[in-house]
């Protein structure tokens, strides 16, 4: 059998309780860039490699090496009928599910679903008092309703219209119990009235109340998640957006631009650096100013590319998007 997870220390956390069986980390941020509709499962491994190379967080060759050998264990596992899915509530599970599930609906019509383990915490740190044996005892063959459901759920996220995601968002989603929470945070990452997503809301609230190092806004930022479900990497490319804009919301005492860590991890330029907000942060974080009437955004939310040309708002009040 084949486990597939959020990532390696989900893996060996399953491992140490003695759960047997190969494991695939499927280990790839779609809340964070393009994830365009209509593609095969090769086609978006390239999009998404792409997307991490430039990012900084690794040569096209070795995300696209990474995304092709995760691919090819996953089909053959799937051809054998012996693939296991364990999700758990935080978004970044949740799209990792979708985007399976949908497979099985398209390329994957032909093989017998896989089966699904459901566990209410967070995969890396979950620990003996959390039974993981006991959540894997009970899994289940995934069935046509969730198929379905993930199938709909991945056609929304994909799709060029955020509108899809509201109006499924509204509709009963109980056949998989953590996907409805996970698609709500999801929207969040649009800009709201002012400009600004949840995500960087978050930073800004830290540091208006006197954080200034990076990590420790970051630590802050998702001490307000619940779940938890970015990493530290994602959340630089919002900080950087926040510097380097030409209004921007934050500013690095001392620079002209945010550095974020290089591959191989944090180092003092990126360690001795301190934020502070901006005139502009501190009207958009009170709520008087509109960030895009400066920001040129230029930022991919699943299938939506926003831009100046391509402007969507979530409205929050009225769980619904706002066109411009």
Same mark, same amino acid.
Request: glycine fraction near 8%.
């Given at each position: 059998? $084949? ?22 980390? !499927?280990?790839?941020? $779609? %809340? ?10 090769? @086609? =978006? ?8 190379? %430039? ?6 060759? #070795? ?6 050998? &995760? ?14 899915? !364990?999700?758990?509530? @935080? ?15 398209? @390329?994957? &019509? %032909? ?5 699904? +383990?459901l566990v209410p915490c967070l995969l890396g740190l979950a620990t003996e008092s959390d039974d993981l044996p006991q959540y894997f005892s009970a899994r289940a063959q995934v069935t046509e309703e969730q198929l ?5 759920a991945w056609h929304a996220f994909t799709s060029t219209n955020p509108r899809m995601l509201s109006a499924l968002l509204a509709d009963n989603m109980d056949a998989l119990p953590y996907l409805k929470a996970g698609?709500?945070?999801? +929207?969040? #990452? ?23 190092? /990076?990590?420790?806004? *970051? ?10 479900? =970015? ?29 974020? /860590?290089? =591959?191989?991890?944090?180092? #003092?330029?990126? $360690? ?9 942060? @501190?009207?958009?974080?009170?709520? #008087?100013?509109? !960030?895009?009437?400066? %920001? &040129? ?10 831009? /100046? ?11 619904? *998007?706002?066109?411009?």
């Amino acid at each position: 059998m $084949l486990h597939i997870t959020n990532g390696d220390n989900a893996n060996q956390v399953i491992q140490s309780m003695g759960i047997e069986g190969r494991y695939l980390a !499927w280990a790839d941020v $779609l %809340h964070d860039g393009p994830v365009p509709a209509g593609l095969r499962l090769d @086609e =978006m491994s390239q999009v998404r490699a792409n997307f991490i190379h %430039h990012c900084g967080w690794a040569s096209e060759f #070795e995300a696209l090496t990474h995304f092709q050998s &995760r691919d090819a264990l996953f089909a053959s596992a799937a051809r054998e009928g012996g693939v296991i899915i !364990w999700n758990s509530p @935080e978004l970044y599970d949740q799209l990792h599910l979708i985007q399976l599930l949908a497979w099985y609906r398209s @390329e994957g &019509r %032909h093989y017998a679903p896989p089966e699904l +383990v459901l566990v209410p915490c967070l995969l890396g740190l979950a620990t003996e008092s959390d039974d993981l044996p006991q959540y894997f005892s009970a899994r289940a063959q995934v069935t046509e309703e969730q198929l379905n459901l993930a199938e709909d759920a991945w056609h929304a996220f994909t799709s060029t219209n955020p509108r899809m995601l509201s109006a499924l968002l509204a509709d009963n989603m109980d056949a998989l119990p953590y996907l409805k929470a996970g698609l709500q945070r999801q +929207v969040q #990452e649009y800009p709201d009235c002012f400009g600004i997503s949840r995500t960087q809301r978050q930073a800004l609230k830290a540091v208006a109340e006197g954080i200034a190092a /990076p990590g420790r806004i *970051f630590a802050a930022s998702q001490q307000m998640e619940s779940p938890q479900f =970015m990493g530290d990497s994602s959340f630089w490319l919002f900080i950087k957006e926040m510097v380097q804009s030409a209004a921007p919301l934050l500013a690095v005492d001392g620079a002209d631009e945010f550095k974020v /860590p290089g =591959m191989f991890g944090p180092d #003092e330029a990126f $360690l001795s650096q301190r934020l502070q907000l901006t005139p502009m942060g @501190e009207q958009v974080l009170a709520g #008087e100013a509109d !960030w895009l009437v400066k %920001h &040129r955004i230029d930022r991919w939310v699943g299938g939506v590319h926003l831009n /100046p040309q391509n402007i969507w708002r979530w409205d929050s009040q009225n769980a619904t *998007f706002i066109r411009g």
